[in-house]
């Protein structure tokens, strides 16, 4: 018998038959005479929604979060009428549902008075969609047979007060988990437990970040030292290129912790970037699988770096990101003028995706989402006013429209040559290159293009990743 945390995406519980799909996955795990914790996100959707919801309310437009909580009480009752039996279990659920709509609506009203929204109640209002499928699948489960319990998992995922990207205090959460949760599924209770929420020790609800249902299931599974962590989703497993990009993308059968993070962080979508991070050294063992193929082994994930056949194993990519450049020849020696530009981009709210800097100091230049740039801009320029005025630095430029591309592979650590390769290949094509990027542990190599040129440079690159025999030594 396994005890295994299950993860559930939004695609994969966004209609009734997705959710048929995955109580199914649950039961056959269970009549394998397995323990299951299913971790599970909002439907599909509906976390945007709420967030309309509470730009609504604090924009004064009531009918606006009205009209959104109906919209989501219907399409959580559809499922309901479509899934369950009339009876009991139909009714509580409805209730339940019919509450949790009603606290929302209350949560934003209080914002339509006060005319603001704190980060804490935008916490408080995304929850509800995590909180409103947790205990529509429990009572689909349990007019199945399962004797499944919709938690909240704030009971037992304690966080700091960092609202909107909350980080787990580990100690306090495996007490929890031990003294709540572990008793519960002993006694043959299969717990729902919504993803992305966490909650103070104080009682205010938290949010891990968009898309940290991920991280959830891990925190979940590393807690509860469960055999298998398995993130269902609505593709077969980590692929090696993105196939909206290049339609001969294919599912890898095994990708180490180490390429899983990269490709997370550069842009692939399978994974929350720090999912790995709870279960690392805890023998879990991690697969990515396709809810909606669940014949098919997906990808699996482990510690050690495994040859293959080819070097580059997977191409990703970054959009709608800007360059920022801080230049002067005064800085030549200066110490400092990088962590101060870095602090004034954390002041600023925004998280630096890549950094490259010039030998000679002049220069150093660092990537950051688009939707930011101005904003730290605004703020470096304020950081290093003296330094500006006394010309020791001379500008600050954003650019633009440019994409950063990241080549992962294990498999290029130690094989020359492979650098050489990826900007050969983008000169043979005309593809500019405009900062380059390569950590220490050489697992990838980023950069950074024009916008309107990735696709064809992925195209291009992802041959590499297609080709059969590794590179040859001195290439």
Not at 366 to 371: E, I, L, P, R, T
Request: proline share 3%; glycine share 10%.
């Amino acid at each position: 018998m396994a005890l295994i945390t299950m993860k559930f995406g939004g695609t994969s519980v966004g209609s009734p038959e997705a959710i048929g799909s995955m109580t199914e996955i649950v039961r056959d795990a269970l009549a394998r005479g397995d323990q299951v914790i299913a971790v599970v996100s909002a439907m599909s959707g509906v976390t945007d929604q709420l967030i309309h919801s509470a730009q609504d309310a604090a924009s004064g437009n009531k009918w606006g979060y009205l009209s959104i909580g109906q919209k989501l009480r219907d399409r959580h009752d559809e499922v309901i009428n479509l899934l369950t039996k009339p009876g009991r279990n139909r009714d509580a659920v409805k209730t339940e549902v019919a509450s949790l709509i009603a606290q929302h609506g209350e949560l934003c009203q209080a914002v339509n008075v006060l005319g603001e929204v704190t980060p804490r109640i935008v916490d408080s209002i995304y929850a509800y969609g995590e909180r409103l499928s947790a205990r529509v699948i429990a009572a689909v489960l349990r007019d199945q047979g399962v004797d499944a319990r919709a938690y909240d998992a704030g009971q037992f995922l304690i966080t700091d007060e960092q609202y909107g990207s909350a980080n787990p205090l580990w100690y306090e959460t495996e007490a929890h988990v031990h003294e709540r949760l572990l008793p519960q599924i002993a006694n043959g209770v299969t717990p729902i437990i919504t993803g992305f929420i966490g909650q103070t020790r104080d009682g205010h609800m938290t949010t891990l970040g968009r898309g940290g249902s991920d991280y959830s299931g891990a925190i979940f599974a590393a807690a509860t030292a469960a055999d298998e962590l398995i993130i269902w989703t609505d593709v077969d497993g980590v692929m090696t290129t993105d196939p909206r990009l290049d339609s001969r993308a294919r599912v890898l059968p095994y990708v180490s912790y180490q390429e899983v993070g990269e490709l997370a962080f550069y842009g692939a979508k399978v994974l929350h970037p720090k999912t790995v991070q709870p279960i690392i050294g805890k023998n879990t063992v991690l697969r990515v699988r396709n809810t909606f193929n669940p014949s098919f082994e997906g990808t699996l994930i482990g510690d050690e770096r495994r040859q293959v056949d080819t070097v580059v194993k997977a191409v990703t990519t970054v959009k709608d990101v800007s360059l920022l450049t801080v230049s002067g020849r005064g800085m030549i020696g200066v110490p400092g003028i990088a962590g101060r530009t870095f602090l004034a981009a954390a002041r600023a709210g925004c998280n630096i995706l890549m950094i490259s800097q010039s030998s000679s100091e002049q220069s150093f230049c660092f990537v950051v989402v688009a939707d930011c740039a101005h904003r730290v801009k605004h703020e470096i320029e304020s950081e290093l006013g003296t330094e500006m005025a006394h010309q020791d630095v001379d500008a600050v430029d954003v650019l633009d429209q440019v994409a950063i591309v990241t080549v992962v592979g294990a498999g290029m650590r130690g094989t020359p040559g492979i650098a050489g390769r990826v900007f050969s290949l983008m000169g043979d094509n005309r593809i500019n290159v405009i900062a380059i990027a390569q950590g220490s542990s050489e697992c990838s190599i980023s950069f950074v293009i024009d916008q309107a040129d990735l696709k064809h440079a992925v195209v291009t690159l992802h041959d590499l990743a297609l080709e059969t025999a590794p590179l040859a030594s001195g290439d």
